[in-house]
């Protein structure tokens, strides 16, 4: 087990397949909800407040994706309490983001806190793959939505590796984004953002 503390409030631990072997969890039992799977989770937050500090107070939103051939990726992040002010738009919709395991896609949303990372994100993964790309401004952050019928298991898989160094994977639907978001570029966001926006 490898913990990578990666801000104030998130932190990355990869387990390999030997790993959760020898505790019994076969690898698609990752994303059931069992106790084994809760224990191995626990004893990832002991050894990440161990390792690096990171102490779990609070809500927390946990992502986890596959590595074909080695094991396991978990992100966990805190989440902030949320304002009154947001509670309101709960009753125009229902599709908050909220604590998730995730099994990759090929249809998915990343969320990044400010512009910069959405620029440097589409610089290092346009250079890489052939994607199709929407960006959308919601709630004072940027979606990114990914629609990529072609991509296999190992090419999604090292997309949101790159991806989980400049923002978080998100469970905002692109219709949620269409309706309330603002849409900035469709279908073109990283070849966009690469040539207008980077050297």
């Known amino acids: ?8 409030n998130k ?4 387990i390999s397949y ?3 072997e020898e505790r019994g969890i076969d690898r698609d039992e990752i994303w059931q909800n069992g106790r084994k799977v809760q224990e191995l989770f626990w004893d990832m937050m002991e050894r990440a407040y161990v390792e690096v500090g990171f102490e779990v107070m609070g809500p927390i939103a946990v992502e986890a994706f596959t590595m074909p051939t080695e094991g396991v990726v978990v992100i966990v992040t805190q989440v902030p309490s949320i304002p009154e002010e947001v509670e309101k738009d709960k009753e125009e919709s229902d599709t908050d ?3 998730v395991m995730v099994d990759p896609s ?10 910069e990372n959405v620029l440097a994100a589409a610089k290092v993964v346009h250079a890489s793959f052939d994607l199709t790309t929407s960006l959308y401004h919601y709630r004072d952050r940027y979606f990114l939505f990914i629609d990529e019928e072609t991509m296999d298991q190992t090419e999604t898989d090292a997309l949101w590796a790159i991806l989980h160094e400049y923002g978080t994977l998100s469970n905002v639907t ?3 984004l ?3 978001g603002k849409l900035i570029v469709q279908d073109t966001a990283l ?3 690469t040539q207008y926006f980077t050297n």
């Open 18 to 20: 030997e790993d959760l």
């Open 174 to 176: 692109k219709a949620v």
């Open 106 to 115: 090929t249809a998915f949303t990343f969320v990044f806190d400010d512009f």
């Open 11 to 14: 932190v990355r631990i990869f």
């Open 191 to 193: 070849e966009t953002l």
């Open 97 to 99: 983001e909220h604590i």
């Open 1 to 8: 087990m490898v913990v990578e503390r990666l801000g104030n």
């Open 178 to 180: 269409d309706e309330y």
